[in-house]
């Protein structure tokens, strides 16, 4: 993944906030890489840039060869099979079962029924659902919902997992449990992660390579030893 000098100003009725400010930056296949900042230094506006899910101001974005800033609404329908996300909250179907709300992206990519079951079956036991299949979002514990959203995020295959403070929600033990399972799915499956948050010790955890955002600004990037450890 390439970025180069990318931007994002919101323009509100009474000023312009420069959410991320001219940021470049490369990505290695296969690195779980973290994003670290506070509170409003732009990392959830930087990786909704990264599926288009925020237009940028200005920059490129480079994933695989494809040139994401520059993608028609069709081409971005199928890229974006390629780039899986999960959130804080979630964002599950909740009058869809856990089977279904896995489903759904396949659904949406026009899977047949038959490999589509299949398919949902496998993500199940990826993820570590199995038993749970028919159960409805609100009958499950915050750790499962995650794992749904992990599943419906691997639906398509994807060859990036973009997670947006996806452990925030979550206590200690559960976090440490959904960590553990995106290193299992970035070894068993060679994906690529990239995880924002504000939380030191998931960093310290999972990621290889760091970047600490500040005011939509790289601060500092590198090895999660030598960031953390410099004097
Ligand atoms: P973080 O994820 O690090 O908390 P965000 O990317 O959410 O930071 O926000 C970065 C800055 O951009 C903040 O000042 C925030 O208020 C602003 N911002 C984010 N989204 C919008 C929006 N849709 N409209 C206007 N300002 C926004
Ligand atoms: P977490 O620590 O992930 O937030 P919870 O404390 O919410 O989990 O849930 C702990 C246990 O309670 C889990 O086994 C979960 O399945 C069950 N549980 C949580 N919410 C509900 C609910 N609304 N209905 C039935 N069981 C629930």
Not at 99 to 114: Q, S, T, Y
Not at 214 to 222: F, N, R
Request: charged content about 25%; glycine content about 8%; hydrophobic content about 40%.
């Amino acid at each position: 993944i390439s970025i180069k000098g990318l931007s994002k100003i919101f323009t509100t009725a009474n000023n312009q906030i420069t959410a991320v400010d001219d940021l470049t930056l490369d990505i290695q296949e296969g690195d779980i890489f973290g994003v670290i900042g506070y509170s409003g230094a732009g990392k959830s506006t930087f990786v909704r840039l990264l599926n288009r899910l925020e237009e940028p101001s200005g920059g490129s974005v480079v994933i695989d060869d494809q040139e994401i800033t520059s993608l028609t609404a069709n081409q971005l329908r199928v890229t974006r099979q390629e780039i899986g996300m999960i959130f804080q909250h979630f964002n599950l179907l909740w009058s869809r079962t856990v089977k279904d709300n896995i489903a759904f992206p396949l659904e949406i990519a026009g899977v047949p029924k038959r490999e589509r079951d299949k398919r949902v079956l496998e993500l199940i036991k990826l993820v570590g659902l199995a038993g749970r299949e028919n159960a409805y979002p609100s009958q499950l514990s915050g750790g499962q919902k995650q794992r749904v959203g992990i599943a419906r995020a691997l639906a398509n295959k994807p060859k990036v997992l973009l997670c947006d403070e996806a452990t925030s929600a979550l206590d200690p033990e559960t976090t440490n449990a959904i960590l553990d399972l995106l290193v299992d799915i970035n070894e068993r499956l060679g994906l690529t992660i990239i995880l924002i948050t504000h939380e030191m010790h998931v960093i310290r955890k999972i990621c290889r390579q760091v970047a600490v955002m500040e005011e939509g600004k790289i601060v500092e990037q590198g090895d999660v030893l030598d960031v953390f450890l410099r004097p």
